[in-house]
């Protein structure tokens, strides 16, 4: 790395691209340090990397980068949003904070280099893809030192979002489910996008735009075979086409999820990225570094893939599955007990309760049942609710073999039914750990 870029502010550290961003430029010797939300999930991710906290919906004026960029040689800007979380995410995050970040980098004469999307413009067909645009203009124009990379769809060892996606249909059995099949996606490498970032600040790679993508698109379809192969997971037996009248209501249905925390790549946003074609041009990127970036068959072939892998992406697809059941469970769960009000009552007062006592316990229990089932459709609270659904479940076993024990015999096996949603509720716990 060139003695000028020896201290690095990677903004989005810990994300699927920055996090391998990072690490790079750590083997390059590179003093790297991170800059996202969360600091817990920095130190998960990234143990060791010195980070810094903060909100790019936060870092909308120039003075405001100012105490991040105190001795910084360069920024790494790997940071995101697919679809507007709150409104006006997208134009704060892609353009407003990126427009006050190149002013302040401009007047400190700190490089910038801005990893964007293929296919960004002020006129694409959609926000993501405007509003990238838009602050990749805002560098540009700003007087920086810019380099503005624009990867297609990112194949890593790790899987987030498109990726995350691919791998959760190639594991579904017997079967290979694809939509838009025959839409056109150019891939890119992580080492290669790493590379290129790398590239970038040792001045290799002159100040420009790039986009970094295989010389070859591929369909869908075809990405989704080469990913099943990868994976090690058995050939479809047919490929089930879903048709195209389904999507709006698939992608409505993921948004509504959107307003709920779940940052699902079924979206309305990625379907339509996906049906316009992840495509670029790598011409300009070869002309200036001298050689083209590896196809798809040779970044899967240089990735491990395994029995980790396989794993990974059969729990991805089943945690959805296992959050809408642990949800219906409790929720029936409490809707019961309140229906049944007097005959869940009557087994406490059979033990001498109070007639009083008695209700109001089932009244309680069903309501937090009820809670329960509620709270883990929240995606801030599902974590939490898992927990809590598991905690409540170890009450009631204790409560009843203590008052009921007789229950543990009864051939409905009542008590005996709760070990699974217990166990069930501490395995999605663990499958909604995202990084």
């Not at 870092?59 to 991040?68: I, T």
Request: aromatic content about 6%.
């Amino acid at each position: 790395m060139a003695e000028s870029t020896k201290r690095v502010l990677v903004l989005g550290a810990y994300g699927f691209i920055g996090a391998e961003v990072v690490r790079a430029l750590q083997a390059e010797g590179v003093s790297v340090t991170g800059l996202g939300r969360s600091a817990e999930q920095a130190a998960r991710v990234l143990p060791g990397v010195p980070f810094a906290a903060g909100d790019l919906r936060q870092l909308l004026q120039r003075e405001d980068w100012g105490p991040l960029l105190q001795g910084v040689d360069a920024v790494v800007n790997c940071a995101g949003v697919l679809q507007d979380m709150a409104p006006g995410e997208l134009e704060a995050v892609h353009h407003t904070a990126i427009s006050a970040l190149a002013a302040a980098c401009a007047e400190r004469g700190i490089k910038v280099v801005q990893v964007s999307a293929a296919g960004a413009g002020t006129k694409a067909a959609t926000e993501f893809m405007r509003s990238k645009g838009r602050g990749d203009e805002a560098l540009r124009a700003s007087g920086a030192a810019a380099w503005i990379l624009k990867p297609g769809l990112v194949i890593g060892q790790k899987a987030y979002g498109g990726t995350r996606l691919l791998r959760m249909l190639a594991a579904v059995p017997l079967v290979q489910p694809v939509a838009l099949a025959d839409a056109s996606v150019q891939c890119v490498g992580m080492p290669d996008l790493a590379a290129a970032v790398a590239a970038a600040l040792t001045g290799v790679l002159p100040p420009g735009t790039y986009d970094l993508v295989e010389d070859q698109p591929h369909t869908l379809e075809a990405v989704l075979a080469e990913t099943r192969n990868w994976l090690g997971f058995a050939p479809a037996r047919t490929v089930l086409r879903s048709p195209v009248w389904l999507l709006p209501p698939v992608a409505a249905c993921a948004d509504a999820l959107g307003r709920l925390g779940w940052r699902s790549p079924l979206r309305s946003t990625a379907i339509a990225e996906i049906r316009s074609g992840v495509r670029g041009d790598p011409e300009p990127y070869r002309a200036a570094i001298g050689q083209g970036l590896a196809p798809l068959e040779a970044i899967c072939q240089s990735l491990p893939a395994g029995r980790a892998q396989r794993l990974d992406a059969r729990m991805a697809l089943m945690m959805p599955v296992a959050v809408a059941v642990l949800s219906l469970f409790w929720l029936a769960s409490g809707l019961v007990g309140l229906w049944q009000l007097d005959s869940a009552a009557q087994v406490l007062r059979a033990k001498g309760w109070s007639t009083n006592l008695a209700g109001s316990s089932v009244v309680f229990w069903s309501l937090a049942d009820i809670a329960l089932g509620l709270a883990i459709l929240w995606r801030p609270w599902a974590e939490r609710a898992c927990l809590g659904m598991a905690a409540v479940s170890l009450v009631y076993l204790l409560a009843a073999t203590v008052l009921t024990p007789e229950m543990w015999a009864d051939p409905l096996g009542p008590l005996v039914k709760v070990l699974p949603g217990l166990l069930l509720a501490l395995i999605t716990h663990q499958l909604l750990q995202e990084r």
